[in-house]
Nanobody
Framework: QVQLVESGGGSVQAGGSLRLACATS????????VAWFRQAPGKGREGVAA????????WYADSLKGRVTMSEDSAKNLVYLQMSGLKPEDSAMYYC????????????????????WGQGTQVTVSS
């Protein structure tokens, strides 16, 4: 069973930075894919970034390109989402998700592809 636990969220001012972490257990870094999604109140869940197995391709949402970097540290069983230049519209609950998902840097992750989800970490950006 894969378990995911997010951390690192918080309240920052616009222009600030945060590094979210997703602690994984039971996750296979070689055969599974992992993604970050976010959901703001009253809005649907949207993909933020995704790393795909085998191809190793990393996808980023257009609205966040240049401001986020997703990475994995398999030795520490951690997945990171480094965010900078944060804007109020980035405020949302951020979720880590994993599954047997394959794709490339142009594959937009769909939430129903991911079987395993963390509980989320809240990011609030004030203007």
């Amino acid at each position: 069973q894969v378990q995911l636990v997010e951390s690192g969220g918080g309240s920052v001012q616009a222009g600030g930075s945060l590094r979210l972490a997703c602690a994984t257990s039971g996750y296979n870094y070689g055969t599974m894919g992992v993604a970050w999604f976010r959901q703001a109140p009253g809005k649907g869940r949207e993909g933020v970034a995704a790393i795909y197995a085998y191809s190793g391709g990393t996808w980023y949402a257009d609205s966040l390109k240049g401001r986020v970097t997703m990475s994995e540290d398999s030795a520490k069983n951690l997945v990171y989402l480094q965010m900078s230049g944060l804007k109020p519209e980035d405020s949302a609950m951020y979720y880590c998700a994993a599954g047997y998902v394959h794709g490339s840097s142009t594959t937009v992750p769909q939430d129903h592809w991911y079987v395993f989800w963390g509980q989320g970490t809240q990011v609030t950006v004030s203007s």
